[in-house]
């Protein structure tokens, strides 16, 4: 086993399960017998899927893959079914049960479940750790189970692979770490003697981190700064979607949206890609929610930990985790849809170009050498700078067939570790987008209600490009602030002329003065006489269109 993919089998806590879960969702139902003979003959042909983990005696060394003597298939796929009504509601509550049942060790670290009784059709449920492989990996290892058209044959029988006849592993104690150590000694030799040097204080002493990870992946001068910065980055503020995790998770996921509505969104905001605008909507989405669980959102940057494909074009079936993460903030105070889809769009560019992704591989490949609790606490350290996990995989434009039926829609959702309790999940199939959400129970018990918010958020802003108030330029003539003053010029209050009004003047930091207007004017008794008095009567008397233009011209200047 590598030293990534050591990585993540030792990042198992009961409150946060390395598990990867799937599931297909079918309007039909599917013979079972069928379904475990394609399970048997194309998922388990790879060989990590009839494979068990087998950690060194000593207790010191990576563990390594050996071949299950007593694999069956019969262990690994089960049939359940929904009690009534069997609709979306019961489905999402077993599965989030599913999700939370550790895999057995003595077994390879896979189960499949046929979920009848859902609605008219049935659901095939997967869950495949993450040791296994990463999720763009499973992604196409799953759909290479699926066929093409609805008629295919059945599988055939897939050819019994023996066992190697010896092992130095079976007959030394430390023959797996004798192993360890000669695969580390390829790749990661200048690791090795690192550790050695300096023993078990590499998490108390985060620059000697900075070091290891540098001599093991060659990093230059401009890398090893990035990940310095990296580690003495402070963690995101705890919300509801981060704090202390039980075991309970839940989890959510939207209707099928069409592509062609996130296009026309894309096509007439300059540059944006279809990943832009599923982000910003998420975005929007997130401070919805927190505005409704009374969170302060106007100063509010949160980041989220995105995994990055590093495979080359052609080797998406080897499996392994052959990904990074890089972190992305997310500008939640920002209010506008269309200044908040252009400002990701800015931080998204910045991130394809820098060394982020290059850093957070080597860093993944460096912990995996640690101990387990070693290896957990570095990771919960860099893991607690994000308030979520979020993917986005493009899988197959054209419909697919599993077991002999169609394939009506595909989600799946990837672990999150350390106080992270929040996870999105963003999977195209078919010309058609499905947004997911995975959560700790006790932070966020209804993500519908965040799902929701990122349904509304995308509607508004589909409104606003089929409404023409975007314009297809570099400035953005619409805002929510300009379109709430609209309202109520149009709509002036009612107010007994004999009531206190709230002066109008601007403090020197920008904000509303608090203080009561005096009798018969528009100001407070400090800001009758202030110069800036004069120029706010000015702006009063010009027309709605010279205001605008100048809120145009302004938003220029800052763009």
Same mark, same amino acid.
């Given at each position: 086993?590598?030293? #990534?993919?050591?990585?993540?089998?030792?990042?198992?806590?009961?409150?946060?399960?390395?598990?990867?879960?799937?599931?297909?969702? !079918?309007?039909?139902?599917?013979? !079972?017998?069928?379904?475990?003979?394609?399970?048997?003959?194309?998922?388990?042909?790879?060989?990590?899927?009839?494979?068990?983990?087998?950690?060194?005696?000593?207790?010191?060394?990576?563990?390594?893959?050996?071949?299950?003597?007593?694999?069956?298939?019969? *262990?690994?796929?089960?049939?359940?079914?929904?009690?009534?009504?069997?609709?979306?509601?019961? $489905?999402?509550?077993?599965?989030?049960?599913?999700?939370?049942?550790?895999?057995?060790?003595?077994?390879?670290?896979?189960?499949?479940?046929?979920?009848?009784?859902?609605?008219?059709?049935? +659901?095939?449920? !997967?869950?495949?750790?993450?040791?296994?492989?990463?999720?763009?990996?499973?992604?196409?290892?799953?759909?290479?189970?699926?066929?093409?058209?609805?008629?295919?044959?059945?599988?055939?029988?897939r050819p019994v692979k023996k066992e190697k006849s010896f092992s130095l592993d079976r007959i030394l104690p430390f023959g797996s770490t004798i192993k360890s150590v000669q695969n580390l000694a390829k790749s990661t030799r200048k690791v090795g003697k690192l550790l050695a040097r300096e023993g078990l204080d590499t998490i108390s002493h985060p620059g000697r981190l900075v070091e290891?990870?540098?001599?093991?992946?060659?990093?230059?001068?401009?890398?090893?700064?990035?990940?310095?910065?990296?580690?003495?980055?402070?963690?995101?503020?705890?919300? &509801?979607?981060?704090?202390?995790?039980?075991?309970?998770?839940?989890?959510?996921?939207?209707?099928?949206?069409?592509?062609?509505?996130?296009?026309?969104?894309?096509?007439? @905001?300059?540059?944006?890609?279809?990943?832009?605008?599923?982000i910003a909507t998420v975005t929007g989405a997130l401070r919805r929610y927190l505005k409704k669980r009374n969170v302060r959102v106007n100063d509010l940057d949160l980041r989220v930990a995105v995994p990055v494909n590093i495979r080359k074009p052609g080797t998406e079936f080897e499996l392994g985790n052959k990904f990074s993460t890089v972190f992305l903030a997310l500008p939640v105070y920002l209010e506008d849809p269309v200044l908040r889809l252009k400002e990701v769009k800015r931080r998204m560019d910045n991130?394809?170009?820098?060394?982020?992704?290059?850093?957070?591989?080597? $860093?993944?490949?460096?912990?995996? #050498?640690?101990?387990?609790?070693?290896?957990?606490?570095?990771?919960?350290?860099?893991?607690?700078?994000?308030? %979520?996990?979020?993917?986005?995989?493009?899988?197959?434009?054209? &419909?697919?067939?599993?077991?002999?039926?169609?394939?009506?829609?595909?989600?799946?959702?990837?672990?999150?570790? %350390?106080? #992270?309790?929040?996870?999105?999940?963003?999977?195209?199939?078919?010309?058609?987008?499905?947004?997911? +959400?995975?959560?700790?129970?006790?932070?966020?018990?209804?993500?519908?209600?965040?799902?929701?918010?990122?349904?509304?958020?995308?509607?508004?802003?589909?409104?606003? +490009?089929?409404?023409?108030?975007?314009?297809?330029?570099?400035?953005?003539?619409?805002?929510?602030?300009?379109?709430?003053?609209?309202?109520? @010029?149009?709509?002036?209050?009612?107010?007994?002329?004999? *009531? &206190?009004?709230?002066?109008?003047?601007?403090?020197?930091?920008?904000?509303?003065?608090?203080?009561?207007?005096?009798?018969?004017?528009?100001?407070?008794?400090?800001?009758? *006489?202030?110069?800036?008095?004069?120029?706010?009567?000015?702006?009063?008397?010009?027309?709605?269109?010279?205001?605008?233009?100048?809120?145009?011209?302004? @938003?220029?200047?800052?763009?």
């Amino acid at each position: 086993m590598n030293n #990534v993919d050591n990585f993540w089998l030792c990042m198992d806590e009961p409150t946060n399960l390395m598990v990867i879960t799937a599931f297909m969702e !079918f309007d039909e139902p599917i013979d !079972f017998e069928r379904l475990k003979s394609t399970i048997d003959v194309r998922l388990a042909r790879f060989d990590r899927f009839r494979k068990r983990v087998v950690k060194p005696v000593s207790g010191v060394g990576v563990p390594h893959w050996e071949f299950d003597r007593n694999y069956d298939i019969r *262990s690994h796929v089960h049939r359940l079914a929904l009690p009534s009504p069997g609709d979306k509601a019961e $489905l999402q509550e077993m599965v989030s049960n599913l999700t939370t049942a550790p895999l057995d060790l003595s077994k390879p670290l896979w189960q499949v479940y046929l979920i009848e009784n859902y609605e008219n059709g049935c +659901v095939v449920f !997967f869950k495949i750790h993450h040791c296994i492989a990463d999720g763009i990996a499973l992604i196409h290892v799953l759909l290479s189970a699926a066929d093409t058209e609805a008629n295919a044959p059945w599988p055939e029988s897939r050819p019994v692979k023996k066992e190697k006849s010896f092992s130095l592993d079976r007959i030394l104690p430390f023959g797996s770490t004798i192993k360890s150590v000669q695969n580390l000694a390829k790749s990661t030799r200048k690791v090795g003697k690192l550790l050695a040097r300096e023993g078990l204080d590499t998490i108390s002493h985060p620059g000697r981190l900075v070091e290891m990870t540098k001599a093991a992946t060659g990093l230059t001068a401009d890398a090893a700064s990035l990940l310095s910065r990296l580690t003495i980055m402070p963690s995101d503020p705890d919300t &509801p979607f981060k704090g202390r995790l039980g075991v309970r998770k839940t989890v959510a996921w939207t209707e099928p949206m069409p592509l062609d509505k996130i296009k026309t969104v894309g096509r007439a @905001i300059d540059t944006t890609t279809l990943n832009d605008v599923l982000i910003a909507t998420v975005t929007g989405a997130l401070r919805r929610y927190l505005k409704k669980r009374n969170v302060r959102v106007n100063d509010l940057d949160l980041r989220v930990a995105v995994p990055v494909n590093i495979r080359k074009p052609g080797t998406e079936f080897e499996l392994g985790n052959k990904f990074s993460t890089v972190f992305l903030a997310l500008p939640v105070y920002l209010e506008d849809p269309v200044l908040r889809l252009k400002e990701v769009k800015r931080r998204m560019d910045n991130l394809k170009h820098s060394m982020d992704a290059v850093v957070g591989y080597g $860093l993944m490949s460096a912990l995996g #050498v640690l101990p387990p609790n070693m290896a957990k606490k570095a990771a919960h350290l860099f893991g607690n700078k994000a308030s %979520g996990v979020m993917t986005n995989v493009p899988g197959p434009r054209q &419909p697919l067939y599993f077991s002999g039926s169609k394939i009506r829609n595909l989600m799946f959702w990837v672990p999150r570790a %350390g106080k #992270v309790g929040l996870g999105i999940s963003i999977l195209s199939y078919d010309g058609e987008v499905t947004v997911g +959400v995975a959560s700790d129970e006790g932070l966020l018990p209804d993500p519908e209600v965040l799902l929701e918010g990122f349904e509304e958020e995308f509607n508004y802003l589909l409104e606003l +490009v089929k409404s023409g108030k975007i314009y297809h330029g570099p400035l953005v003539l619409h805002d929510r602030y300009q379109e709430a003053q609209q309202k109520k @010029i149009e709509k002036p209050e009612t107010r007994d002329a004999d *009531s &206190p009004r709230q002066c109008k003047a601007l403090t020197k930091a920008g904000k509303r003065c608090r203080r009561r207007a005096m009798p018969g004017s528009d100001f407070c008794n400090t800001h009758k *006489s202030d110069p800036r008095v004069a120029q706010f009567r000015k702006i009063r008397t010009e027309t709605e269109d010279d205001r605008q233009a100048q809120v145009a011209q302004s @938003i220029a200047g800052i763009m």
